[in-house]
């Protein structure tokens, strides 16, 4: 079983529109990252929950709001997308204070506006 | 703000050869870390070194760390085709939130 999914995997929408992008895990982790990988394949950290409660909130766009309905979930819904909002975004997790065994990545979702 | 460059940017090579790939970061570090990206997939955590180990191994895989220098490099021997992918270091800084800091990646190349 996946062990951090996200859907959809693809996502194709026009500008101005409103999306979410759901994460789920089932490794038993309490921190959970939205990361966001550029064309140019840079990673930037975009949020992060512990418990339900955001600890990072990286500069990010107030159109971007993630929501954490439990430790096990977290979503990210975009506002009015615009084009420069294309890009691969991850999910991951991993167990706070214990980062010593890595992230867990997500397989990711593709987002194209157009 | 971006914390590692590694180096190079692209890699190519016939299997069977070595591979190695350099990080270099800016601030002080609890640990690095260096994951693997396979074409249109996610990434995928290969080895951790902590700030206080210079070198460690896991399979093909041999890392080292120089602190004083703020770098780091990534080894990978008798290299398989298999092993085409991006690898990225990433850094878990210290005196910040718990996240981790990518570098843009080394577009590794291994050719049968």
């Known amino acids: 079983d996946t062990a951090v999914s996200q859907t959809p995997k693809y996502l194709v929408t026009q500008m101005g529109n409103d999306k979410s992008i759901k994460c789920e895990q089932n490794?038993?982790?309490?921190?959970m990252y939205w990361y966001k990988q550029d064309s140019k394949k840079f990673l930037k950290i975009m949020f992060s929950?512990?418990?339900?409660?955001?600890?990072i909130n990286e500069t990010v766009p107030n159109r971007f709001s993630p929501k954490s309905p439990d430790k096990a979930h977290l979503n990210l819904h975009i506002n009015s997308l615009e084009l420069g909002d294309s890009a691969v975004y991850f999910c991951?997790?991993?167990?706070?204070?214990?980062?010593?065994?890595?992230?867990?990545f997500g397989s990711g979702t593709r987002l194209t506006v157009v | 703000s971006q914390q590692g460059e590694e180096d190079p940017q692209a890699l190519s090579i016939q299997e069977g050869e070595n591979a190695t790939m350099n990080c270099s970061y800016k601030?002080?570090?609890?640990?690095l870390q260096w994951y693997r990206q396979n074409s249109g997939r996610g990434l995928v955590h290969l080895i951790l070194?902590?700030?206080?180990?210079r070198e460690k191994h896991s399979g093909r895989l041999r890392v080292t760390l120089d602190t004083s220098k703020k770098s780091s490099s990534l080894l990978i021997t008798a290299s398989r085709a298999a092993d085409t992918a991006s690898y990225f270091c990433?850094?878990?800084?210290?005196?910040?939130?718990?996240?981790?800091?990518f570098g843009k990646g080394t577009k590794l190349t291994v050719n049968p």
């Open positions: 991951a997790s991993s167990v706070r204070g214990q980062g010593l065994r890595g992230y867990t």
């Open positions: 490794l038993g982790h309490d921190t």
């Open positions: 929950y512990n418990n339900k409660e955001l600890i």
């Open positions: 601030t002080s570090i609890n640990n």
């Open positions: 070194i902590r700030s206080n180990e």
């Open positions: 990433a850094t878990d800084n210290q005196g910040g939130s718990e996240k981790l800091v």
